[in-house]
């Protein structure tokens, strides 16, 4: 009867220590997931309070006017002086003139803001700059917040490496540390794509450049309307000339079937305007 119950005495005290240690790990990590959102709230106020830099997103759009001839050049130009600055190319289109449109070309690059105005000054030689709007939005609050969560999420991944690292840990215990290991780490790296993002827009100046021909009635009157004329002209007649070419083989294959129909139905006509012929007229007198 007493070692029954000294027994269930001990069965007890194992078990009570086990929860109690689980409970004490459970305990640990979710004092460090609140101290990581204390100190979160903390930083986030104290870098706000604190920093005196302003991140400011600027895009700047022009639409530049030359001739029809000096489009291409123009815009060749633009794309290769990009390459002699700091500035990167984003995307770059032309087109060439089409019966119902004028040739157009764009470029959107990203360009350090001290070498812009080397940009412009280039720009204003490829032809005239119609327009030219610039739009700055201010990204202070992502930034310091971005990098106020970069900060406390790896402070609270290297506090669950250390725990991992314990000799003391059970296995339990160190399943439920990895797995808040592993989503901390996948936090962490989407802050850092999202703070390289917010560095991209800031530090570069987005540049949006629209390069169009100069249209006036002057240059479109006279020799240039006859010019669209028969450019218009050819293309009619081009159009017209490959319609009938479809429409004779099209009609090819019915004429194989057609023609001999038409020729027996003759042939037919014929002989029975002949037997009629020879019904209706009179006897030969004898």
Known sequence: ????????????????????????????ID???????????MLSSAVSAATMEHYIAERD???IVTSETELQKSWEAAVG??????????????????????????????????????LLAQLE???KIAKHSTDR????????????RIKNLTAFRDNLRAMLAKPSAKVSDLVEIQKQLADTQSDL????????????????IAV????????????????????????????????????????IFAIIPWLILILPAVWILAKGWARLKLRRKQLLSPPSAT
Not at 8 to 21: A, D, K, N, R, Y
């Open 137 to 148: 939005e201010d990204k202070t609050a992502a930034v310091v917040d971005t990098e106020a």
């Open 208 to 247: 949006q450049i629209s390069f169009l021909v100069e249209e006036t009635g002057k240059s479109r009157g006279g020799f240039s309307e006859i010019g669209d004329a028969l450019r218009e002209s050819g293309a009619v007649l081009g159009d017209s000339t490959a319609t009938l070419i479809t429409t």
């Open 1 to 28: 009867m007493n070692r029954n119950l000294v027994v269930s005495i001990l069965f007890s005290l194992v078990w009570t220590l086990s929860g109690c240690h689980k409970a004490a790990t459970q305990r640990y």
């Open 61 to 63: 759009t022009l639409e």
């Open 31 to 41: 004092t460090a997931a609140a101290a990581r959102s204390s100190s979160y709230l």
């Open 81 to 118: 002086f990009c390459g002699t600055i700091r500035c990167e190319i984003v995307s770059s289109s032309i087109t060439m003139r089409t019966a119902n449109s004028v040739p157009t070309g764009s470029i959107a690059m990203r360009v350090v803001p001290e070498d812009l105005k080397k």
């Open 125 to 127: 030689k490829l032809g």
């Open 189 to 204: 790296d989407s802050e850092t794509a999202q703070r390289k993002v917010l560095a991209n827009e800031t530090e570069k």
